[in-house]
């Protein structure tokens, strides 16, 4: 008997997911705003802090070489083979995720600089804020390991971050934009584990509706936005997924 996401995936032409923290949690990530996430151990840094101060700046390279390595050795799961067997096939066109693990990227998804959206940037590499010189995180351990510091830019003697969207640094506008296009195209837009409560990016579940689109939740706890959708389930994501492959 088909399942009522089954025929919402049988009967859409165009999809498009949507990705938050409850994905990558199936993949042992633990999530950063649960009362047990990351950030109840680890005030977050904001950027105009990790502009202005040297120190803070290596701060957060002490942390990030000397910290956890779950994220760098966490494998896609169920719910991202699923997402890139859909787009891999024409099914889906594209995922836009909150998510920073890059795991999306590592389930095989095909022309993956066009098909995966990253609202929040990307952890597994570091760029130069000043000319955009992209830095392998393997590279920049070893330099700092061996000086005890991150230096600057080899090109600009720019600042160089993580490729990731901190507390205070604008949205990508090229991110959004290329999300609001196609949360405006597809016809049935599938939320994968995010609580929907931080904006701009819970704005895309909404449009999507609010454009003709069905709407499916797939998340563990309640969404503000369970209430509009046409289909909400409250289970683990690969579980639900599954029946897809």
Same mark, same amino acid.
């Given at each position: 008997m088909q399942t009522a996401l089954e025929r919402l995936v049988a009967q859409s032409q165009r999809i498009v997911f949507f990705t938050g923290a409850g994905l990558s949690t199936e993949s042992g990530i633990p999530d950063f705003r649960s009362p047990s996430g990351l950030w109840t151990k680890m005030k977050p840094i904001q950027f105009q802090d990790f502009i202005a101060s040297e120190s803070t700046r290596q701060e957060s390279w002490k942390r990030r070489f000397s910290?956890?390595? &779950? *994220? %760098?050795?966490? $494998? #896609? =799961?169920?719910?991202?083979?699923?997402?890139? %067997?859909? *787009? =891999?096939?024409?099914?889906? &066109?594209?995922? *836009? &995720?909150?998510n920073i693990d890059n795991l999306h990227q590592d389930s095989g998804i095909e022309e993956s600089k066009l098909k995966v959206i990253e609202l929040h940037g990307n952890s597994t590499y570091a760029e130069c804020l000043n000319c955009q010189k992209r830095y392998e995180m393997a590279f920049l351990e070893e330099q700092f390991k061996a000086q005890g510091s991150v230096s600057d830019c080899l090109e600009c003697q720019g600042i160089i971050k993580s490729a990731t969207i901190s507390f205070g640094q604008s949205m990508p506008e090229e991110a959004m934009q290329r999300a609001q296009s196609e949360t405006l195209a597809c016809d049935l837009f599938i939320v994968l584990g995010s609580s929907l409560v931080v904006y701009p990016a819970a704005n895309f #579940? !909404? $449009?999507?509706?609010?454009n003709g689109a069905s709407l499916v939740i797939? =998340?563990? !706890? !309640? &969404? #503000? $936005?369970d209430g509009i959708a046409d /289909?909400? /389930?409250h289970e683990e994501i690969g579980t639900c997924l599954s029946i897809l492959l």
């Open positions: 910290g956890d390595r &779950t *994220i %760098q050795d966490a $494998l #896609p =799961n169920v719910g991202h083979k699923v997402v890139a %067997q859909l *787009i =891999n096939s024409g099914k889906a &066109t594209s995922v *836009i &995720t909150q #579940p !909404e $449009l999507a509706k609010r797939v =998340n563990r !706890e !309640e &969404t #503000p $936005l /289909l909400v /389930l």
